[in-house]
């Protein structure tokens, strides 16, 4: 069950917006790779405004996700694809509908 989660908010570089979303779509298979993230969302918010939204049993799972390759792919394009460095919050989850 999921009790812990990542909100990541991103905001696309003016021109920068079909880029970003290839790279959010092109990090679905990493996140299925990934034995301790339970869900991944990559979600589209407005035409400049991403978000990605991951869940995870415990703080372990959310800490390996946070440590691993997509984390470290973002952070290595940040200052090409964004026009600030992602919010990034750490939500608990109090109730889930499976």
């Known amino acids: 069950m ?3 989660s990542i909100w990541a ?3 696309a570089k003016p ?3 079909k880029e ?3 790279f959010l779509k092109s990090a679905q ?4 790779r990934e034995p301790q993230t339970i869900s991944w969302y990559a979600i589209k918010m407005g035409p400049d405004k991403y978000g990605i939204f991951d869940t995870f049993a ?4 959310r800490n390996a ?3 691993g390759e997509i984390a470290k792919a973002l952070f290595a394009k940040a200052k090409d694809l964004l026009a600030k460095p ?5 939500p608990e989850i109090l109730a889930v509908k499976s």
């Open 65 to 67: 996700h946070l440590n």
């Open 86 to 90: 992602p919010e990034i919050s750490k």
């Open 29 to 32: 298979p990493l996140a299925e």
């Open 9 to 11: 908010q991103l905001e």
């Open 20 to 22: 970003l979303e290839d």
């Open 15 to 17: 021109g920068k917006e």
């Open 2 to 4: 999921s009790r812990v």
């Open 58 to 61: 415990d703080e372990n799972g």
